[in-house]
């Protein structure tokens, strides 16, 4: 069985192109989104967030930002992060905007708020195909360790997944035996195109 595949975190772009960039090396067909309004950055301060739109490009992102303080930037990983987003694709992508990305068969998150997002936003579109789509929660703290540990979970979970006949058939199993495995717990809903 082969899948198409979506990473969804909130609005900076790390645990979700963490996890793309990983399945996309190992042959998946996957995409890569956020939730939030905006792309935030961290900034030189909490109250001076670097804020980008939806679909401005990572170079665009990546070369203000080398121009406003390099050294910040790199030592606080934006700028290795950007690069790393650069190789992946061009620019951020917001979910709720994905339609013509559309249908996947799994929809992964890293975090609790962006489940129920996701889980809203398929529930309020109108579900004309009838496809099921498996959504799935793998809470992963928002920094660059904890995205890579993620990243690798996450290409764990959907290798089992695409080792099963049927995930419809398996699920239950998959995430209990994930669960014992990685001692992290997972969030799982189905919802439909």
């Known amino acids: 069985m082969r899948s198409r595949y979506a990473m969804v975190c909130s609005s900076n772009q790390n645990r979700s192109m963490e996890a793309h960039a990983l399945l996309k090396r190992e042959g998946f067909d996957v995409s890569s989104y956020g939730t939030g309004s905006h792309v935030k950055l961290p900034g030189p301060s ?65 975090e609790e708020k962006v489940f129920d997002m996701v889980l809203e936003d398929l529930n309020n579109r109108e579900q004309i195909l009838m496809k099921t789509v498996l959504v799935i929660n793998l809470e992963v703290k928002d920094n660059h360790e904890e995205a890579a540990t993620g990243a690798q979970l996450a290409l764990d979970l959907c290798r089992e997944i695409e080792a099963a006949e049927s995930w419809e058939e398996s699920i239950d199993d998959i995430v209990s035996n994930f669960e014992k495995q990685n001692r992290r717990k997972l969030l799982y809903s189905i919802s439909f195109y």
């Not at 804020?51 to 930002?65: A, I, N, S, W």
């Open 46 to 110: 909490l109250r001076e967030p670097n804020v980008y739109d939806f679909g401005t490009p990572y170079k665009h992102m990546f070369e203000e930002l080398r121009r406003k303080d390099p050294d910040l930037y790199k030592r606080n990983g934006i700028l290795p992060m950007l690069k790393r987003n650069m190789s992946v694709k061009l620019a951020p992508q917001r979910w709720q905007e994905n339609s013509p990305d559309g249908p996947f068969d799994v929809v992964l998150t890293f």
